[in-house]
């Protein structure tokens, strides 16, 4: 008895040293990804202004990107699915100089005009420097644990999400099972991270629905339905950037050629298409959706396409806030088809086609609640879970596994 | 790609299919619950009118339930421990006796003043008799996944919480996987469920919390201690639960025995602390709480003790709603210790404790947005991930597996 109380005692306190090693280390994320988030607004807002001198340059952007990840890349290259690989100890090297490159190799593709995200990177950043910091560090299991830990303070800083973000980096690694060993460190970090990033100035989308709406078991239907769209349009985002970049792979086999030429189509399109709207983030077409401008009832389309060209061709950066973009205007499409206000279907849509291309259910449903605010926290739930059902297990982290009751 | 198309087609097809199944499937389990949660209600009613007339027969009730469930109850006998075997496919039989068995059991010590819950047991009627429909059903894998969605079900006919349903269902039988290959009939049958028994007058306790905290660094930290007071305290209770059992089980060999005389002193120890106060289910205290009446500081630990000793001489039972009472009323007498609005803490208890005592971190989370709204969604996901990581993995649920990430 008194030996038990004594290993629990034990127990508590290498625990609440665990919580508190968080602190500084997502302090040091939050600072980091504020710094990358400043330089991404910084890109985009040079973009936006010149853009007619941007854009003509993307092919050029894209033979420095892959070139320089080429000469001084080396196992970084696997990006996120290096990532993927040393959590589930297939590998054990994660080389600190991912951060510099994929910072750079991000903000080329953002200045130049290529359309996609950023939270891959920043997940990168957070998971390379913490399992770096991590593997000092005296705790069991240290650099897995500090590996998800880095992961979920990278997107917190860059999201200003906190509980988003600790859930998707316990979730994400494997479907439907959950890295808890994690759980205490990727929360006082993410939280840190946040809160650092804030105090920079990098303040989270708030997007706050006001409406009311009340669930009928008719609304449940088209919610449900809904929740299906979304979620194979994930699940189908993620099938096609997969076998894009494979059949390109294939067809253009020099890496430096690849980029370029499809750069110069890039290029073509992206000024064809209204002049760059379908650049960058996406948070131009996110703001439309929300600030009641025109949206198109093909633009979630057109981004699709445009992302996935861009990432499959060999530009940098993340899938989800493009996600977030394809998932907004096509839930504003459809809020007008279902009889749904577009501003609840526009935000249901945000989130669960991120769940439905990422493959992961409770982080779409907490992004909802982050970002849109908690009220509508119950149909973030319905919507989210026909994804997540429906997506049929796609990712875009295709070294995600599944698990023996993954559905 | 047409191959493909059509494979996903059918997969598409077959998922709606076993959604719709969940439809009647949850209807029928809810019109269970209703059934046994207005006969709980009626004892409990009958209990509290005629206090003396029913105490002093508290250990005559306990014979016939021991003796009933020997003779009749057979491997059923295992409750929920042989609920968990079965999902694990270690048994294969769950007996429907199950079903008459369990709730004549909770009727009978309910009516005689027993500490108790019910949840447990509806959780095995949903999962008995969801399981034994499932057997006929021609799904894949269908045994497994329809006693997951029975237990769904049975949690949320029971409470009226669908989402902390699911979620409970899926996440329970081990720390840190998710059966999500019942995700989809386990969210149409909790609907289902919910909204069957909701018709025929079970509604869901609703204790909205109305006040105004904002979030700052001090406050987080107080969030946390809490939080470790919670877990330990859910985990103690389930770590005592254990012991007890396992104590007079050496102690007292012959279960009548047991039962009759830990009965009789449970009869005492009833009458004489405030007149049956700590019988039943705890929802008197729950009201006191919220309504602010009279709330003693040591009302936790007396219910605590007095449903260990209940639970352990062979009452029957669940543990959750003395766990959400333990918690709550921990919380009304932390919250002024804390400097935290007590109608908060007290809520904040009542998942948090629930969380810690079933070794369940998600549940616990979406009770406190099912039970007390969503606006508080935030503080329970901190409260409940610090009672999570510092309940030390104890469950009342003594076959819940660890995978090898658990925290």
Chains 1, 2 share one sequence.
Not at 52 to 71: E, Y
Not at 203 to 228: D, M, Q, W, Y
Not at 276 to 291: I, K
């Amino acid at each position: 008895m008194k030996e038990e109380l004594k290993k629990s005692l034990r127990t508590y306190g290498a625990l609440l040293l665990l919580g508190v090693t968080g602190v500084p280390l997502g302090a040091a994320v939050g600072l980091i990804e504020a710094l990358f988030c400043r330089l991404l607004l910084k890109v985009t807002a040079v973009r936006v202004a010149h853009l007619f001198w941007c854009l003509p340059f993307l092919a050029m952007a894209g033979l420095v990107i892959v070139a320089v990840n080429q000469k001084f890349g080396g196992r970084g290259k696997g990006g996120m699915s290096l990532i993927f690989d040393v959590a589930y100890e297939e590998e054990t090297e994660l080389p600190l100089r991912m951060i510099p490159l994929a910072m750079l190799s991000t903000a080329l593709t953002h200045l130049f005009g290529g359309s996609a995200g950023r939270e891959g990177v920043a997940v990168q950043i957070g998971a390379v420097f913490s399992y770096f910091a991590g593997k000092k560090l005296p705790f069991k299991n240290a650099p897995g644990i500090f590996l998800v830990t880095g992961m979920a303070a990278g997107f917190a800083g860059m999201f200003g999400t906190p509980i988003a973000a600790v859930i998707f980096a316990v979730e994400v690694l494997a479907a439907g099972e959950m890295r808890y060993e994690a759980l205490l460190p990727a929360f006082t970090a993410s939280f840190s991270a946040s809160a650092v990033a804030s105090l920079l100035g990098i303040r989270k989308e708030n997007l706050a629905v006001h409406i009311s709406e009340s669930l009928t078991p008719f609304l449940l239907v088209r919610l449900i339905t809904l929740g299906i769209i979304f979620g194979i349009t994930g699940g189908l985002f993620a099938w096609c950037l997969k076998h894009t970049k494979k059949y390109l792979g294939e067809k253009i086999k020099n890496p430096l050629v690849r980029v370029f030429s499809i750069g110069v189509i890039l290029s073509i399109l992206f000024l064809l298409l209204y002049r760059g709207r379908y650049c960058g983030f996406g948070t131009n077409l996110v703001e439309a959706v929300f600030h009641g401008e025109k949206v198109y009832a093909y633009d979630w389309a057109l981004k699709f396409i445009l992302t996935i060209l861009t990432l499959s061709a060999g530009f940098q950066g993340g899938e989800v806030t493009p996600l977030f973009t394809i998932g907004a205007t096509l839930g504003a499409v459809l809020g007008n088809l279902f009889g749904i206000p577009v501003e609840l279907s526009a935000a249901l849509g945000y989130a669960a086609v991120f769940g439905g291309g990422t493959n992961t259910l409770l982080a779409a449903i907490f992004i909802g609640g982050e970002i849109f605010g908690y009220d509508y926290l119950p149909y973030f739930f319905i919507v989210c879970t026909a994804a997540y059902v429906f997506n049929r297990n796609s990712s875009i982290y295709s070294r995600q596994k599944l698990t023996k009751y993954s559905c």
